[in-house]
C-alpha cells in the first residue's frame, strides 16, 4: 500500500506565491516518475508539471516561467514552487507518482487533492 500525502494549497492572492508539497509512504522500492496535475472547477485534469527519475522536468506552457517543480528522493517527496499566482491557477492540485514496488513492478499513485485559490 503507497500513500501520496499532499500539503500547502491555500488562498493567495494575484502574483503571490505558494509552495505544495507531495510525500509518498508505504511499500515503495523506488519512485519512478512524480508530477502535479490541476483540476479547475468544470474542467478537465491537466498536466502541470513531470519530473522522472532522471530529473528532466517538463511543464505547461501556462506555467513555464513561473512553476518550478523538484524532487528529494531520500524523502519520497516531491515540490512545486508557484510564483506570480494568477486567478486561472485556482484549481485542486494532483500529486502523481509512477511507485515501483518490490517485485519490480511499477504503479501510478494519486493523493488526494490540494485546493489552490488565487483572488483577483
Known amino acids: 500500500q503507497v500513500q501520496l500525502v499532499e500539503s500547502g494549497g491555500g488562498l493567495v492572492q494575484a502574483g503571490g506565491s505558494l509552495r505544495l508539497s507531495c510525500a509518498a509512504s508505504?511499500?515503495?522500492?523506488?519512485?519512478?516518475?512524480m508530477g502535479w496535475y490541476r483540476q479547475a472547477l468544470g474542467k478537465q485534469r491537466e498536466l502541470v508539471a513531470v519530473?522522472?527519475?532522471?530529473?528532466?522536468?517538463n511543464y505547461a506552457d501556462s506555467v513555464k516561467g513561473r512553476f518550478t517543480i523538484s524532487r528529494d528522493n531520500a524523502k519520497n517527496t516531491v515540490y512545486l514552487q508557484m510564483n506570480s499566482l494568477k486567478p486561472e491557477d485556482t484549481a485542486v492540485y494532483y500529486c502523481?507518482?509512477?511507485?515501483?514496488?518490490?517485485?519490480?513492478?511499477?504503479?501510478?499513485?494519486w493523493g488526494q487533492g490540494t485546493q489552490v485559490t488565487v483572488s483577483s
Open positions: 502523481y507518482s509512477v511507485i515501483i514496488n518490490s517485485a519490480r513492478s511499477l504503479f501510478p499513485v
Open positions: 508505504g511499500s515503495i522500492f523506488s519512485i519512478n516518475t
Open positions: 519530473i522522472p527519475s532522471d530529473g528532466i522536468t
